[in-house]
């Protein structure tokens, strides 16, 4: 609670700033259907994201469950329950609103209710470690980043031993239900637990949150008023934006199914917060004159973030994973791409420029996936010589892609492997790695006479510093709506649902409020010959129109400078409301 | 200028953001003193900060002309005047505002006047590249980050013809004036630019701007009413922050010639916008509970930014540079005092941390330096031999300490240097480096028993993307009025004088403004041979208060996590005027 110097002294040892404590007092306003009694109407049955078959062997007691949506009207019963939260995988700022949320809509709705908190993530649940959250505990923690309240963790329940220690642990507390705050992972996971309660008897409930869901989500299951304002039309082509990694398989179908992975972890304050800098770098580029900076951006799994800060920002180049997986491209082509354009811009009189690249490339390359495979088989059986003879084993593509990577990410690979004696990806620095092959292409075309200029690259790696950052108005609104709507649908009975708010963007009170069937979002992936239900994580759309957006502009953005600083995130004043001023007005004109 | 869609479409081919349309229409308020008609009022002779002797003989024109201070009343001419302006070195936030001062200046007060930018820095001066600065084009920068209206860079005008190509340019556009905004080396030549025009008898009067002056300047040269309120106490503290080299010399009078170093090249925005990453990692750090950042900040030749970084968000450790040099630490002692605090925090159950560190860490460990000496010495006459055998030439206590570096550091030392065949110590990525020599040190303990959790510890540098920001409120005030200040210095005849604002701690009406004898600023240094006057590098003073305070509380910091996250920077509502609340609530109660 703010003590009369206007610090916080909560459970968090530290002093809040200025910042902080102003954000800590602001309040939170809900959906107007929230704001009163009302019924939980079912809408159809549901069926699966793709193997529906399989899905219903998989989830015997929750396939086909409708999807709901909240209604004004009728009465609710006012009583207490007792909930447990869970925070699961990474995070992402309003985490904490989440849990708000939920906190209040109990404290309103079902006093006396007890509720707690399992201590990092799904270990927590197992291992029965938990706090019991209380208004005064959780205050402090209001609009606040981070997953601090009460940790997070990547631990799955998966064995049956797994599931018996979650049992035990519902049981012990009494627990009426679970809300699960996570990503695609922790969502499966939530309707796995779900599936297992009621099949063991359980009346424990559990529901899901995502930090964020797409449009088309909605759109299938939750009624929305469309004719979105300017704001909306942004949320609004993240329809066409996020589509599923089925672009690379054959089961295109899929499509619809468009939980985003990209916005599980990644939220609206980390576009801006990364947009910020690279808007910065470059009006650092363009007033030095002289540095070229490559920039790397989280997104292991999917280019969504170098997509959405592409179009926020207007770099010189960006380059998009799944377009480079579906173009078949190499390292050598995609080296090539960027030597042509940082030869143009010198032809122009631009020695400068922004450089995007998402943090999987290299897992979008066909050719290094291949030399990686080659690599980890040889590794494993071969001591790597030093005149070289091992090399002998790489098939000729393999070899040749080796010898062109620089002499530091080579004996990366070779040197640091991890504990399973596989190399690790992850540790290469792609951004490194791209500036040393543009350097060698550069150096050729010097020696050719067709570049003259000095070329200085500087990496930069922009991850962690952005996810722990404050949540936005938006997502501080969003995630308490989210949670807010959580402990209705646990209120009303429901299980195996995720929190779904819709229509929005439309203001607060007109956002709709319901949960959509986990169950419908899956499908089932083979692993060791057993089928698994997996929400499929969503990739970037190529034929989407935020992707069509960016391909139609990039040739402009790479010779002239169509430079966009967004600049810090506002909480007051007329630029705090400002969600997605670019994507808004690039993208909106054609809604 | 802002076109009906609220968009800008100036020189800058770039569309400007929500935010940077909202900093674009901020007007920017004025001293009193500089609305109405004011006499300049010269203080008493001034001298040099060091070897007044050789000062005059290097200045003999300029040296010992006293500082000036303004006055309301008087009445200045008129007259319209040709200047020319010119940025020089490191991009600060606020350089595009002491451009609007001086125009502003001069449409107000000296119509009809002439105004050139000199294109990409000094060189502009030299080869004559200009582009006139008109209100239409200057309007869109207002407010702006970067210097990329007429562009910066670091030549330096010094040998008699690059003079004599100046003295061209003044002649040739018939200059009554320039300013010069740089740093102390910028400054420096603008001194000697004001002494050479003089003595060459041309009427070319030259003013000098610093992007930020530290108090001690003001307290000397110009009135300060002193009695500062909240906000000041963080300038007033600066005068005990910031101290010059000298510390390391028996030089320890120079300690009152405080012309920041740290300040030149960053202002509050990059404090602001470090230390919200910073907070951000800690919120991070926290919720995960798995990672130690190390985290590397600008500043080669001094700790300031650690420093004020470290007073705003509290990390675990801080490492400063000048109190390494003080102590005469050795990398193994920094090692050590890491590695000592980690295992006492996994002793304490904390797993995680955030470390600071100082671009210029290396720089101030003196063995370090004659490791490198030594291979230089050596690598420039041997060849470096796989066996190891022209290890035998360094000596036993560089010997040792080459063997203790991490074999990627080594293998940067041989192999990558610059043109002249030397180390590139610029290139060493001190956190890694760190991290590698911590994850050592941790084994080892590990084997003894003293340390049983995982060290994962990962590198972050925090320059290029903070420099550039959006200037915060405070920095465009200050940055206006340090423009408006000089135009009215070179208005009123003055030259060799750098533009001084102070009582910054007050409202903006009641600041002092003046001018301050660059000469007073000087002290020489012996190259080659040939005195050659300088202005001394501010250092952090280990016996003033900002240190001494962080000295005080660190311990503390290190076991218990003391984090502060201070948000983003916000131009609006009640946070907007928050300069510096951490340092200011810690050193204001003592002031």
């Known amino acids: 609670m703010p003590t009369t110097n206007g610090h916080v002294k909560p459970g968090r040892s530290e002093v809040y700033s200025e910042v902080q404590i102003s954000r800590l007092k602001v309040s939170l306003p809900l959906p107007s259907v929230l704001k009163s009694s009302f019924d939980v109407v079912d809408g159809r049955?549901?069926?699966?994201?793709?193997?529906?078959?399989?899905?219903?062997?998989l989830f015997p007691k929750l396939f086909g469950q409708p999807s709901?949506?909240?209604?004004?009207?009728?009465?609710?019963?006012?009583?207490s329950l007792k909930i447990g939260i869970v925070l699961s995988g990474g995070q992402a700022p309003g985490g904490h609103n989440v849990i708000c949320g939920i906190l209040d809509y109990l404290q309103n709705r079902a006093q006396g209710s007890t509720i707690y908190g399992f201590r990092g993530g799904p270990v927590g649940i197992m291992k029965c470690k938990y706090v019991q959250l209380t208004y005064e505990f959780v205050y402090p923690y209001r609009n606040q980043g981070g997953f601090d309240m009460i940790c997070s963790g990547r631990d799955k329940i998966e064995t049956p031993e797994q599931f018996q220690q979650a049992r035990e642990t519902a049981k012990k507390l009494d627990l009426d239900g679970i809300v699960v705050i996570g990503g695609d992972d922790s969502n499966t996971n939530a309707c796995l637990l779900a599936e297992n309660f009621r099949a063991n008897g359980l009346k424990t409930r559990v529901i899901g949150c995502p930090k964020t869901i797409d449009g088309d989500l909605k759109c299938k299951e939750v009624p929305i008023s469309f004719g979105f304002d300017t704001a909306c039309k942004v949320i609004h082509s993240w329809k066409e934006y996020y589509a599923p990694r089925s672009i690379f398989t054959a089961s295109r179908k899929l499509a619809t199914v468009s939980f985003m992975k990209g916005f599980h972890s990644k939220s609206f304050y980390d576009m801006q917060i990364y947009s910020e800098m690279i808007g910065n770098?470059?009006?650092?580029?363009?007033?030095t004159g002289k540095y070229y900076h490559f920039v790397r951006l989280m997104g292991r799994a999917a280019s969504h973030i170098t997509l959405e800060c592409a179009l926020q920002t207007h770099p010189n180049i960006a380059?998009?994973?799944?377009?480079?997986?579906?173009?078949?491209?190499?390292?050598?082509?995609?080296?090539n791409y960027i030597t042509n354009i940082i030869c143009k811009r010198a032809d122009a009189g631009y020695n400068y420029g922004i450089i995007l690249i998402p943090e999987g490339l290299i897992d979008f390359i066909p050719e290094v996936q291949q030399l990686l495979a080659e690599l980890n088989e040889i590794l494993s059986h071969d001591v790597v010589d030093q005149g070289g003879a091992w090399k002998k084993k790489l098939r000729s593509q393999s070899h040749e892609l080796f010898e062109m990577l620089p002499k530091a990410i080579q004996e990366q690979l070779l040197l640091e492997r991890d504990p399973h004696g596989n190399v690790q990806v992850a540790k290469i620095e792609t951004e490194k790695m791209l500036i040393q092959m543009v350097e060698v292409e550069l150096e050729n075309r010097k020696k050719e006479g067709k570049y003259k200029k000095d070329f200085k690259g500087l990496p930069h790696f922009f991850g962690y510093e952005g996810r722990c950052g404050l949540p936005s108005t938006f997502d501080s609104n969003?995630?308490?709506a989210l949670g807010y709507g959580a402990a209705a649908l646990l209120h009303s009975g429901k299980t195996g649902l995720i929190s779904s708010v819709g229509n929005l963007g439309a203001p607060v009170e007109d956002w709709t409020v319901g949960g959509t069937a986990l169950t419908s979002l899956m499908d089932v992936e083979r692993r060791h010959g057993k089928f698994k239900s997996v929400i499929k994580k969503a990739m970037v759309e190529l034929e989407g129109a935020p992707f069509k957006k960016f391909a139609s502009m990039r040739n402009d953005w790479s010779l002239k400078n169509r430079y966009i600083n967004?600049?810090?995130?506002?909480?007051?004043?007329?630029?705090?409301?400002?969600?997605?001023?670019?994507?808004?007005?690039?993208?909106?004109?054609?809604?």
Request: net charge positive.
């Open 45 to 57: 049955k549901s069926s699966a994201a793709g193997n529906p078959d399989e899905i219903a062997k």
């Open 68 to 79: 709901v949506f909240l209604k004004a009207g009728g009465s609710l019963t006012k009583q």
């Open 281 to 287: 770098l470059m009006v650092d580029a363009r007033s």
């Open 319 to 335: 380059i998009i994973g799944e377009e480079v997986a579906a173009l078949k491209q190499t390292l050598k082509s995609i080296t």
């Open 478 to 480: 969003y995630c308490y």
């Open 566 to 591: 967004p600049g810090p995130v506002q909480f007051v004043g007329p630029t705090s409301k400002v969600i997605n001023h670019t994507l808004m007005l690039e993208l909106g004109s054609q809604a």
